[in-house]
């Protein structure tokens, strides 16, 4: 098995996260490798806004819980640095765009030691007001909408792997 | 550097292809990394058609051509494989997880030393009667639409990188 296949199969959705921030040099690296990804196009219309600070991610989580109904614990799992990755409204290739991106930065957080979870809620309210002023203020393009977001940081409890689904391929010869 | 981010940085869009098929094992080591990619609420409902025959791809190529006026040249790059990611029509999560199922199959191919190119079109056309048709016989699920597709094969000419785009980045503290 390749080295890749490992990190692959040991990428999980972290719910449970340490309050200690990773190093600035580690979220770097993450953006490095979504930057990488394949854009349609060659457009690269993304922007990644890196929210390196638990006070300010928990503030984004509490606006998006109150206009996506989350409930009042949500907290993006006490994770202290958030990722997000926006684009150019109306672009036809913003979500493959995004998401192979996104893919790219959380296997690289698994090939780091740090644990990340793939968050889709800030997606369905970017446009609500209290979530827009907020994305605005951390450096979200306001042309942008926000497409998928990584919550990011030290592993507090590890996840197990889910057995993946048969079934679910036809070869052709 | 670690070996991920080599492998990252490596892939590139190959746009000239031998007509050798790569071996069946191979490709089955593409999809098991595409199936590991994370899916939006764990529903995994996407499919993976695998066309490991010339001749079969090339027909396909040639139905989305006429349907998506490529021009009669369009070949899928003379690509031997073509692996279809499609997904249940009108999921919330279609587009996001099968690109980022996508991005896995295609790292994977750089890690194996197999050329790949990411292929939107068949998803512009693939409600097309005579595309659809072909998409049916090959076991694309009738309730499915495309998202993506990837071009799969031993590479003809390399791609030399591209830059990537500065300043698309904020960070804050």
Redesign the interface.
């Known amino acids: 098995m390749?080295?890749?296949?490992e990190?692959?199969?040991s990428?999980r959705?972290t719910r449970a996260f340490k309050s200690e921030l990773p190093p600035?040099e580690q979220i770097m690296?993450l953006?490095?490798?979504a930057?990488?990804?394949?854009p349609?196009m060659?457009k690269?219309l993304?922007?990644?806004?890196?929210?390196?600070?638990a006070e300010?991610s928990l503030a984004l989580a509490r606006a998006v819980a109150e206009a996506d109904n989350c409930g009042p614990d949500y907290n993006f799992y006490g994770a202290p640095v958030n990722i997000i990755i926006s684009y150019q409204r109306d672009e036809h290739?913003a979500?493959?765009?995004?998401?192979?991106a996104?893919?790219?930065l959380?296997?690289?957080a698994t090939?780091?030691g740090l644990g990340s979870c793939?968050i889709?809620q800030i997606r369905e309210c970017c446009d609500v007001p209290r979530v827009r002023a907020l994305l605005t203020e951390?450096?979200?393009p306001e042309d942008h909408i926000v497409?998928?977001s990584a919550a990011i940081g030290y592993i507090a409890k590890e996840t197990p792997a889910?057995p993946?689904?048969e079934g679910?391929?036809?070869?052709?010869?």
């Open positions: 390749s080295n890749l296949m990190i692959i199969k990428r959705s600035r690296q953006i490095e490798a930057e990488w990804a394949p349609g060659g690269c993304w922007h990644f806004t890196v929210i390196y600070n300010k290739h979500f493959v765009d995004s998401a192979s996104m893919e790219n959380l296997l690289m090939a780091l793939w889709n951390y450096g979200v497409i998928c889910k993946r689904k679910r391929v036809t070869f052709v010869e």
